[in-house]
C-alpha cells in the first residue's frame, strides 16, 4: 500500500476548503430558471424606451415560459435557456395625450439563436393612427433597446449565475480571477473568452469515440440530402453555412464554431468528414462516419465519431442530438426515433 500523499495522483483527493466535486470531475447541475424570471422582470418592467416621436413604459411581463439550466462537467460549462415572453407596454406619440396599448413578443430566446437574430414582435391593441405611429417607432428604434437588454440576461446567466459552478484547484485557490472559464453554448460560437486552443500544440491527447444508432421517417435521399445540402443545412442550422460536398471540400457552420473537410461521399449512403469543435486544440480532428441504409419503411443511419477530446465526449453527444437529429426532425418531420 502506498504511503499518503504517495500514490497515483489521479486517485488522490485535493486538499480543498469545501471538499466537494473535486477537479470539477462530476456532473453537477444548477436550475436558473427562478433566477432568469427574475432577472428578465429586473431588466424589463417598468423600463421606459425615449424615442424620437414617441415614448413607451414596459410595463409588465405577462409571460415568461421556458428554462434555463447550466451543468458542469469536467471543468467545462454547458449553458441551456429557452424562453418565450410576452411583454405589455403604454405608450403615446409626441404631441398626443392618446394613450397606446400593446404588447411585445420574443418567442426564441435560446443558446441556438444570437441576441441580434432573436425574433421581437409588436402589436397594439387598438388599429389607430396614434397606435400605428408609437408601434412603429418602438419596432425601429426600441428593438435595440430590448435585444441590449436580452443581451444583459445572457451575460448575467453566464457569468454572474454561474459563479461557483467551477471550484478552483488547491494551487488556484488564489489566482486573482485570472482561471479561464470553459464555456459551451452548443455548437455556437463561445462568446467573451479568448481561445486557448493554441496552446501546447505539439503535446498528444487523450481521445475517446462517441456512436448512435438511429432510425429516421424519410428516404436515404432525404436524409442524405439534409446534411450535404447547403440550403437544407441553413434551415435546420437555422444560420449561414459554407458546405462544397465533394471529397476534399471544407464545410463551416454554426457561426464559424464547427468545420472540417467531406473525405469520403456516397449519394445516399455514406458520408465521411474530418470534423472539429473550434474549442478543441488547433489543428485536431475527429472523424465523423455516417452510415445510411434505406429499409422498407425508413431510413437507418450508423454514426461514428472517433478522435474526440478526452472530457469533451458528453457535450459533444448532447449537441449531436440537439442540433443535429433533433432539429432534423424538428425542421423536415423526419420522425426521428432515439
Not at 471538499?19 to 422582470?41: G, L, M
Not at 503535446?203 to 439534409?226: G, H, K, V, W
Request: with cysteine; glycine share 8%.
Amino acid at each position: 500500500m502506498a504511503k499518503w500523499g504517495e500514490g497515483d495522483p489521479r486517485w488522490i483527493v485535493e486538499e480543498r476548503p469545501d471538499a466537494t466535486n473535486v477537479n470539477n470531475w462530476h456532473w453537477t447541475e444548477k436550475n436558473a430558471n427562478q433566477w432568469s424570471k427574475d432577472k428578465i422582470k429586473s431588466l424589463f418592467v417598468n423600463r421606459e424606451i425615449e424615442m424620437k416621436t414617441a415614448k413607451v413604459k414596459l410595463k409588465e411581463i405577462e409571460k415568461c415560459e421556458g428554462e434555463a439550466v447550466i451543468n458542469n462537467r469536467k471543468g467545462k460549462l454547458i449553458f441551456f435557456y429557452e424562453w418565450d415572453i410576452t411583454i405589455s407596454w403604454t405608450g403615446f406619440a409626441s404631441g398626443n395625450d392618446t394613450v397606446v396599448e400593446g404588447k411585445i413578443n420574443i418567442p426564441n430566446l435560446s443558446e441556438e439563436n444570437s441576441v441580434d437574430e432573436v425574433e421581437v414582435t409588436i402589436t397594439i391593441e387598438k388599429n389607430t393612427t396614434e397606435g400605428t405611429h408609437v408601434k412603429e417607432c418602438l419596432y425601429s428604434e426600441g428593438r435595440s433597446l430590448i435585444k441590449e437588454k436580452l443581451g444583459e440576461y445572457v451575460s448575467s446567466l453566464k457569468e454572474e449565475f454561474s459563479q461557483g459552478m467551477i471550484l478552483p484547484k488547491k494551487e488556484e485557490g488564489e489566482d486573482n480571477g485570472k482561471c479561464v472559464k470553459s464555456i459551451t453554448a452548443g455548437f455556437n460560437r463561445q462568446i467573451g473568452l479568448d481561445q486557448v486552443s493554441n496552446n501546447n500544440k505539439n503535446e498528444p491527447i487523450n481521445t475517446t469515440n462517441l456512436d448512435f444508432n438511429l432510425s429516421f421517417m424519410c428516404a436515404a435521399e432525404q436524409f442524405y440530402d439534409a446534411l450535404t445540402n447547403p440550403d437544407l443545412v441553413k434551415v435546420f442550422t437555422n444560420g449561414p453555412v459554407r458546405i462544397d460536398a465533394k471529397k476534399g471540400g471544407k464545410f463551416d457552420m454554426f457561426g464559424g464554431n464547427i468545420n472540417g473537410e467531406f473525405v469520403e461521399l456516397v449519394p445516399n449512403k455514406k458520408i465521411v468528414k474530418k470534423w472539429r469543435n473550434n474549442s478543441w486544440k488547433a489543428n485536431h480532428y475527429s472523424t465523423v462516419t455516417i452510415s445510411i441504409e434505406q429499409r422498407s419503411d425508413h431510413t437507418q443511419v450508423i454514426f461514428k465519431q472517433t478522435g474526440i477530446p478526452e472530457g469533451e465526449e458528453d457535450a459533444t453527444r448532447m449537441n449531436w442530438n440537439r442540433y443535429y437529429w433533433e432539429a432534423l426532425k424538428r425542421t423536415f418531420g423526419f420522425g426521428l426515433i432515439l
